[in-house]
């Protein structure tokens, strides 16, 4: 009875070459590499670099499918699940897309789920210092929705720091008209939103991009303006 040499198929009529195997492996084996195949010969790396963006490409649209689903469901639970699995269960999670990223984040905070949200855009801080003011804004919107007034402004103050950094400069009317209706929870005066501003347009202008002297420095403005 032969036997292929390669893939140990068996049988009496069952043919083989010179080299012991059945026609099917030997066909395996004579035809001539795909450029695929002759890559992955050359730089074994291809192999495992193919397969992770196809790990990605299928990441991506799962989301994208989840997200044409809740327009149809309105599940917005399942649309979680799809985006947790993507963005945190997944191993590797998905990559390059800030969107995606941020998004996750606005749906915990749409569901109401501000710890899950804050835990997860702490998570994110330190591997996307991109999008540090992003975080910092949505944390500002966690902030106000729980009444904490007085941390919600810090986050704005820390969001258009960071934002200032990567674009053309401080934008002093639009962190004004954004930190006016939380300065009046607080109390304040416009004219205690104006140094509010100054503070960040100081550290802009000798570009200290830290947050914990703007911290600081917002500590001590709140206590000269009585707020504690």
Sequence with gaps: MSKCSVCGKRGLFLKIDKDGRCSTCASKANRTLTAEESVERINPEFKKIKSDLEHQEKLLSSVWKAREQYKVDNDINKLIASYEYAMIEAKPPLKNAQSHTMY????????????KAWSYLNSILLSHMDLTHKIRFLQCKILKKEKKYVDAMIMLMMGHLFKSQISSGFNKETFIKEATPIANKLGLSSSNVEYLAYLIENQVKHHNYDDQVLRESYKKALSDFGIQ
């Design 104 to 115: 996750l984040a606005e749906l915990y905070i749409k569901n109401n789920q501000n710890d």
